[in-house]
């Protein structure tokens, strides 16, 4: 939280020592608009979404997820407007950023190839469960890691997502980082690098 699109972009290239960048796929980090933060007592920071705690034991701030589906659905369409086909396009994110795009991906765009969740969670009944529960087609792909050592957002969190999210059908693969707190690490960035291109590999050129 309170971290930029920029921000997170500089912090990978600082892990990796360059920028996370791929010959034939476009990265864009957006940022979360500013908006009063309920755990720090309603201070302005930007999030994706509120919380009424930092805890899987409580109900979703619905509201504002929703709200930030929205906006980010019309990214999604903006690069569809630029010629990217949907099964070209991956979301996810850090912590609240991977929650974001799972809420994004299970609830609003169920056509998207894959979504990735680094040290990320969802609450127990949350909304991306209830929408799976109705659901049969397709699901995107999940791509989940997580430190044993978060003191932020605990490993059983992201684990018990992981199992909930498998139980209704999503294809996933949850990597374990030992000793890893609520930060990302070389050879997780070195392995999401490996799911995107397995996700997206270069197009065959198309013959006239």
Known sequence: TGDTGQGARRWIKQILNQDMSFQHIKVIYPTAPARPYTPKKGAFSTVWFDRYKISNDCPEHIESIDSMCWRLTDLINDEIKNGIAKNRILIGGFSMGGGMAMHLAYRFHQD???VFALSSFLNKDSAVYQALKRNASVLPELFQCHGTDDELVL???????????????????????????????????EKLKTWIVTKLPVEAAKTN
């Open 155 to 189: 490993y059983s969190w992201g684990e018990e997502t992981n199992k909930m999210l498998k139980s209704l059908g999503v294809s996933t693969a949850f990597h374990t980082f030992p000793d890893l707190n609520h930060e990302l690490s070389i050879t997780e960035i």
């Open 112 to 114: 998207l190839p894959g």
